[in-house]
């Protein structure tokens, strides 16, 4: 149940609101929007809480009750109907403009992270993208540089400028990603790892969080609300393919998640077209589906040279195919009516 307030309402309605909401046993959750305040009510609201909440209706300054009817509550349009944007660093994620975040799988070495670095920075890219822990399907698999990769990461921002993005796999390396990542992933995997959305919903670095490759749209919100609800409203959300009967490609890029969660959510939504595929030819067709689906932005592996990749190089685009992608991008951007 939410509480959007006229409007123009005064902080002492707000207040007074608050107070009474309180009293009778609940937690709020408040957004102060540009336009219009809105107290969001935790927790399940039975018969019995929503006639004694209804007075509230009446207050000074209130201009109604809204039941929201998904499980999900502060990640809703029917919380906050205009769109989240985001800002990392500067770059606007959710807004007019489309992001690209592009960088290798894995951090490697010093010299392919500068390297891709300054080549995704010069065809577009606004975020440089680099797992220096890795979720690996066999443990004999290439498991990440660790802290050695994100000094990396650290100095390629400082060398382009580019904030980055790394994935965090568990709760005891959240204080090194806070000191070296601007936006924090939450892999595939670890969606529904709930003390881990919980511990991120306290940090106050943005959040990408993946949508799990056997999840639906709504547990991909209900995990989002998990971060919301713990007090980090900076959340992006990450449609990356999912488990179908289809084995053609790796995943299946779920084209219809992104306009069905900008209906059902204020939060953005990119693409990942490098893992749904898993195949280099496929990417640039997958990535310019995803923009004119509405998406606010892409995540693209690229690697210097993917042969010899420590993780997947089949998907991973070369430096100039990256490059070549953009311009067809920026074309479906302003198709859409969006900038690149
Ligand atoms: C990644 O982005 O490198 C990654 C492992 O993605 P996902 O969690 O979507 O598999
Ligand atoms: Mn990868």
Same mark, same amino acid.
């Given at each position: 149940m939410i509480i959007v307030l006229k409007p123009g309402a005064t902080e002492k309605q707000v207040h007074h609101v608050l107070e009474k909401v309180k009293e009778?046993?609940?937690?709020?959750?408040?957004?102060?929007? *540009?336009?219009?305040?809105?107290?969001?009510?935790?927790?399940?609201?039975?018969?019995?809480?929503?006639?004694?909440?209804?007075?509230?209706?009446?207050?000074?300054?209130?201009?109604?009750?809204?039941t929201v009817s998904a499980p999900y509550k502060l990640v809703s349009r029917q919380y906050k109907s205009q769109d989240t944007v985001i800002d990392v660093e500067g770059v606007e994620i959710g807004g007019k403009n489309v992001v690209i975040m592009a960088g290798p799988c894995s951090v490697e070495s010093?010299?392919?992270?500068?390297?891709?670095?300054?080549?995704?920075?010069?065809?577009? *890219?606004?975020?440089?993208?680099?797992?220096?822990?890795?979720?690996?399907?066999?443990? =004999? !698999?290439?498991?990440?540089?660790?802290?050695?990769?994100?000094? =990396?990461?650290?100095? *390629?921002?400082?060398?382009?400028?580019?904030?980055?993005?790394?994935?965090?796999?568990?709760?005891?390396? +959240?204080?090194?990603l806070e000191k070296y990542a601007d936006i924090?992933?939450?892999?595939?995997?670890?969606?529904?790892?709930?003390? +881990?959305?919980?511990?991120?919903?306290? !940090?106050?670095?943005?959040? +990408?969080?993946?949508?799990?490759?056997?999840s639906t749209i709504e547990e991909l919100l209900m995990s989002a609300e998990y971060i919301v609800s713990e007090g980090n409203?900076?959340?992006?959300?990450?449609?990356?393919?999912?488990?179908?009967?289809e084995n053609a490609t790796r995943f299946t890029l779920d084209i219809n998640a992104i306009p069905v969660i900008k209906q059902l959510s204020h939060l953005p939504i990119v693409a990942d077209p490098s893992h749904s595929t898993g195949q280099r030819s496929l990417v640039a067709a997958i990535a310019k589906a995803a923009l004119a689906a509405g998406a606010d932005g892409l995540m693209i592996e690229v690697h210097p040279n993917p042969e010899i990749a420590k993780s997947d190089g089949p998907q991973s685009l070369l430096p100039n195919m990256f490059s070549d992608l953009m311009e067809g991008l920026k074309k479906v951007s302003h198709a859409v009516g969006r900038d690149l």
């Open positions: 009778f046993g609940f937690q709020t959750d408040v957004n102060r929007g *540009a336009e219009r305040t809105v107290i969001g009510i935790k927790g399940k609201i039975d018969q019995v809480a929503r006639l004694r909440l209804q007075p509230i209706e009446g207050f000074p300054g209130v201009e109604k009750i809204v010093r010299e392919m992270v500068l390297e891709i670095a300054k080549k995704v920075k010069h065809a577009g *890219a606004k975020i440089l993208r680099g797992g220096a822990f890795k979720p690996r399907t066999s443990p =004999y !698999s290439f498991q990440g540089l660790g802290e050695e990769g994100l000094q =990396y990461l650290k100095e *390629a921002r400082e060398k382009t400028g580019l904030p980055v993005i790394t994935e965090l796999m568990d709760i005891r390396q +959240l204080p090194l924090i992933q939450i892999g595939a995997r670890n969606m529904q790892n709930f003390d +881990l959305l919980k511990e991120v919903g306290r !940090s106050k670095k943005p959040v +990408l969080l993946k949508r799990g490759m056997g409203s900076r959340v992006i959300l990450c449609e990356r393919g999912i488990r179908t009967f």
